[in-house]
């Protein structure tokens, strides 16, 4: 059973415009919560995360939302660029929760149209 | 600085082989783990050291897979007798401490094993 689903396979936007991925999560155990971007025959590079103690955390072109009761967040990145052309991965784990490794969702293709 | 390196790239086997992975983390970092990733999923949690010490494998899929860090720096993982099911692309990470869950981990490029 999935516990981290990324509901969208692909996402096509135009470049220049926003880019809106989504991540929903069943464990409410979850307090943490990462954004991998994985380009073809790479292994995924960390991105941005974010603590349940906050809704919001921005890295310039990227911010991150988290909305804990309805175990939602989302990857906003604006303004969208060609480079951003790759599979994101949204990824969470319990603080303090041990080893148990990072749990994935299954990945969205996003293609930047110029 | 080097990142995370994995060998070798491209693996293909035939079913009932076995073979060994090998990683090499980012120097110095004392949480180590592997992942499997299966095609069109994302990685799946396989088993966690910190240093020498094999904490967590809970995720290996069988008796057949196993994995060491001796030394506390590079490690292994074996799959014994191969099966067309084991094909997938295993990925090693390495986090800089002790995990807690804040640190960030960091991924190298992966194996892709094909198993006929």
């Known amino acids: 059973d999935q516990q981290v689903k990324q509901n969208s396979p692909s996402l096509s936007v135009q470049e220049g415009r926003i880019s809106i991925l989504n991540c929903d999560y069943t464990?409410?155990?979850?307090?943490?919560f990462l954004w991998y971007k994985k380009y073809p025959a790479e292994g995924p590079t960390f991105l941005i995360s974010?603590?349940?103690?906050?809704d919001k955390n921005e890295d310039g072109r990227f911010t991150v939302f988290l909305n804990k009761s309805a175990k939602h967040l989302s990857l906003h990145i604006v303004p969208s660029q060609p480079g951003d052309s790759a599979v994101y991965f949204c990824?969470?784990?319990?603080?303090?929760?041990?080893?148990?490794?990072?749990?994935f969702g299954k990945g969205t293709h996003l293609i930047i149209q110029p | 600085g080097a990142g995370v390196s994995q060998s070798p790239r491209y693996k293909v086997a035939k079913r009932g082989q076995d073979v060994a992975l090998r990683c090499d983390p980012i120097?110095?970092?004392?949480?180590l783990f592997w992942y499997q990733q299966a095609l069109g999923q994302g990685p799946e949690f396989l088993t966690y050291?910190?240093?020498?010490?094999?904490?967590?494998k809970s995720g290996l899929p069988s008796d057949r897979f196993f994995a060491e860090r001796p030394e506390g720096s590079v490690s292994t993982l074996k799959i014994q007798r191969t099966q067309q099911e084991d094909s997938a692309v295993y990925l090693c990470?390495?986090?800089?401490?002790?995990?807690?869950?804040?640190?960030?981990?960091?991924f190298g490029p992966g194996t892709r094993l094909l198993v006929l």
């Open positions: 990470a390495s986090s800089h401490s002790v995990m807690t869950g804040r640190e960030t981990q960091y």
């Open positions: 464990n409410s155990m979850f307090d943490y």
């Open positions: 974010i603590s349940s103690i906050k």
């Open positions: 990824a969470a784990s319990v603080i303090g929760g041990g080893a148990d490794g990072l749990t």
């Open positions: 120097s110095g970092h004392v949480s």
């Open positions: 050291f910190q240093n020498e010490a094999q904490l967590d």
